[in-house]
T-cell receptor, first 115, second 114 residues
Framework: ETGVTQSPTHLIKTRGQQVTLRCSSQ?????VSWYQQALGQGPQFIFQ???????GRGNFPPRFSGLQFPNYSSELNVNALELDDSALYLC??????????????FGPGTRLLVL | GESVGLHLPTLSVQEGDNSIINCAYS??????FIWYKQESGKGPQFIID?????DKRQGQRVTVLLNKTVKHLSLQIAATQPGDSAVYFC?????????????FGQGTTLQVKP
């Protein structure tokens, strides 16, 4: 059984650019959630995908968007990058219907630096 | 409002002692709670969870206690080891939520002295 993987591990972008982060869920998991973790803070929920549909969104602007593919892998896209977008972006996968209290297992994260 | 808070930002313990990390939550509608451990440069690692219909749950060397009356959660680590050094987060999920949104606290750094 493979765990949650994310790519790339690190990324440097400049303000105004666009970025795509990728996540492969744990084997058998069909739900993916994305979180943003600023330095010294707890993770903050961005959104969740279940069976290729967005199922819930946190307090993030529309320039944060996502996709989930038939194999349950997922992408997080951020347009018009701002300096405050610099953070660790975490993907978590879980099994079962969204909203059912299934444990979320996190990947190692992608460290994004916006200059 | 949505907030999960931890009482202490840093906890320093001697190797072999027991550790207790505390967490206060504000939403009485929360019905599921999780503790995660995050080591430097890594993603959060699941430790243990508890549902609101329980007061206590035990795992390997860890125990989670839930006091719904005062909206307090704690993680007890027995015989703390150097490998336990990390940041510990409590997280909650609201019972009324139809998503998997977890609300995290700020985290407590556990330092284990040899």
């Amino acid at each position: 059984e493979t765990g949650v993987t994310q790519s790339p591990t690190h990324l440097i972008k400049t303000r105004g650019q666009q970025v795509t982060l990728r996540c492969s869920s744990q084997s058998g998991h069909n739900t993916v959630s994305w979180y943003q973790q600023a330095l010294g803070q707890g993770p903050q929920f961005i959104f969740q995908y279940y069976r290729e549909e967005e199922n819930g969104r946190g307090n993030f602007p529309p320039r944060f968007s996502g996709l989930q593919f038939p194999n349950y892998s997922s992408e997080l896209n951020v347009n018009a990058l701002e300096l405050d977008d610099s953070a660790l972006y975490l993907c978590a996968s879980s099994l079962g219907l969204a909203g059912v209290r299934e444990t979320q297992y996190f990947g190692p994260g992608t460290r994004l630096l916006v200059l | 409002g949505e907030s999960v808070g931890l009482h202490l930002p840093t906890l320093s313990v001697q190797e072999g002692d027991n550790s207790i990390i505390n967490c206060a939550y504000s939403n009485s509608a929360s019905d599921y709670f999780i503790w995660y451990k995050q080591e430097s440069g890594k993603g959060p690692q699941f430790i243990i969870d508890i549902r609101s219909n329980m007061d206590k749950r035990q795992g390997q060397r860890v125990t989670v206690l839930l006091n719904k009356t005062v909206k307090h959660l704690s993680l007890q680590i027995a015989a703390t080891q150097p490998g336990d050094s990390a940041v510990y987060f409590c997280a909650e999920r609201h019972g009324s939520s139809n998503t998997g949104k977890l609300i995290f606290g700020q985290g407590t750094t556990l330092q284990v002295k040899p």
